[in-house]
C-alpha cells in the first residue's frame, strides 16, 4: 500500500515535471513563433534632426503617417558615431557602457580601440553593458545585424545569431536584398529583430556640410531607397507583424577654416602624455607632474570648453569612465579644434554637446506596437533600448533610459 502511494506520488512528480518542461519549451518557444513581433531597426548615420525638411520625403512622410515620428531624438555625448550606435544599442550613456570615443585607450589592460581596427572592434572585451541582441537572443528570440556598432564581437558570450564584418562598400541595393532575404528565411531560422546600418549622410554632411545642395540630393536618394525598402516589406506575408524604426547616431554642424583651434599653439608637447580623438572632441592624459599647467591652460583657450574628468556638467553623464583619462576637450558649436596638424576644417562635423541642436537626430517607427500619426516629443536616445525590449516582449537589462519618454508612441 505505502509502496504503491509512493508509486502514485513518483508518477505525479514526473507529471509535474513533464509538464513543466513542455510548458518551458513552450513559452521559449511562442518567442520564435507567429505571435512573436517582427522589429527592424535601421540607422542612417548623421541623419540630423531636420533634414527631412529640405527636399520631398514621401516615405519617411508615410512612416510618420501610418506611425511615429519624433519631434527630435537627443543623442549622447560625444556626439560620435561609435558611442552612441553602442548607446542606442544599450540605453547606457557611454560612460557607461564604456566605448568613450570612436578611438580611445583603456588604462586597465594597457590597450587601444580604434574603429579601423577590425581586432579591436570585434573584440568583446572592449563593450560593457547588454546590448539588444544579447537581449533577445538570451531570451529566446533570434536577431541579426547587418554592420551595427558592435555586433561584430562577443558580448556577454553571445552574438546575434546573424552577422556580418563591416563592409563600408556594400552597396545599398546589397543591404535591402539580405534584410528582406533574411525576413523570408522559413520561421525557425527567422530573425525577429535585425539592426542595420548606412554610412550616408553622414559621409555627405562630412564632406559638403549639412546644408549643401548635394545634401538634398543625398536625402531625396536615402528617402528612396526607403521607398524601395518599404514597398519589400509590404510584399511579405508576415507584413502586418513587422515593426519598422528608421533612426541615427548624431545630427551634423557646419565648419569654416575660419574657426580653427590648433591646441599645439597653447600646449607644449611634453605636458601631453596622450591626446586621442577627431574634430571637434578630443580626451587627453597629462606627463606625470604637468596636470596641473595643463588644467590652467586649457582653461584661457578660447572656443572650446575644457575639462578636467570627473568635473563635466552632469547633464553631459560622462567624464567618470577612467577611459575618459585626465581632460575632455570639445569645441564651441561650429569651431574645429585640432592637434599636430590642421585637419579637415570644411564641410561639416559632429562631436559636439549635445545640447547644441544640429546635434539632435531623428526618429520614425511604424508597424502593430506604434500609434499611427503621432507625434512624439524630443527623447534622449538611451530610451531606445527600453522602447525596443517593449516592442520586443523582452524583459530589459538595466539602463540609463526609461520608458516613460517613449511610452507615448506604442499601443497599449
Ligand atoms: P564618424 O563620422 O567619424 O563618427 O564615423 C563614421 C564612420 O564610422 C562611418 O563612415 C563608417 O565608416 C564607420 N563605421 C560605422 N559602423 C561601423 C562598423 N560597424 N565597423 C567599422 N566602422 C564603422
Ligand atoms: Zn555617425
Ligand atoms: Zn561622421
Redesign the pocket.
Known sequence: MKHQRLQTGRTLLLVLILSGFLFGCNSRETKSTEKQPYLIVLSM??FRWDYAGKTDTPNLDQIARRGVKAEAMVPSFPT???PN?YTMATGLYPDHHGIVL?TFYDPATDRYYR?SDRKA?GDGSFYGGEPIWVTAEKQGVMSASL???GS?AEIKGVRPSIWKL?D?HMPYGDRIDTVISWLQRPEPQRPHLIMW?F?QP??QG?RTGPDSPEMVQMIGYLDSLLGVFINRLNELPIASQINFIVTSDHGMENISGERVVMLNDYLPGKWMDTILG?NPVWIIKAKEGYKDQLAQKLAEIPHISAWPTGHLPERLHYGHNPRTLDFVVAADSSWSVFYGKKGKYFGGT?GYDNANKDMFTIFYGMGPAFKSGYRQPVFPNVSLYPLMCDILHLKAAPSDGNTKDVNGMLVR
Open positions: 548615420d548623421g560620435k558615431t561609435f550606435h570612436n574603429i572592434v554592420f551595427w556598432v561584430e563591416y563600408h546600418y554610412d553622414d559621409g562630412h577627431s559632429h
